[in-house]
């Protein structure tokens, strides 16, 4: 099963994220696809820079596609890293 998420971030804030999400992993920032442990599977993340987000003739927004592919893992396992993930990945705001 494979998730696929747009998300507004550089590559920057998204190793920032990446690295709240699994602290006591080094990540190669010259990498763009990590295996991680999910359950009794394992979970692939993986990213790819897109085009800015144009919001306003002065606002764009970066973006990259996230793609999360798991392998033997039950539903469980998957939901349980997917929700890790996105709180992870999860910016205040107003």
Do not use: N, W
């Not at 999400?21 to 993340?45: H, I, M, N, W, Y």
């Not at 800015?52 to 396992?77: C, H, N, Y």
């Amino acid at each position: 099963m494979t998730i696929e998420k747009v998300m507004s971030a550089t590559k920057v804030e998204f190793f920032r994220s990446l690295e709240h999400f699994a602290p006591c992993r080094d990540f190669d920032k010259s990498q763009t696809s990590f295996l991680f442990q999910a359950g009794e599977g394992q979970a692939e993340v993986s990213y790819r820079p897109l085009p800015d987000r144009k919001v306003t003739a002065l606002l764009s927004l970066p973006q990259m596609a996230v793609s999360i592919a798991f392998e033997g893992t039950s539903d469980q396992a998957r939901e349980a890293f997917l929700e890790a993930f996105d709180l992870a990945f999860r910016r205040g705001g107003g």
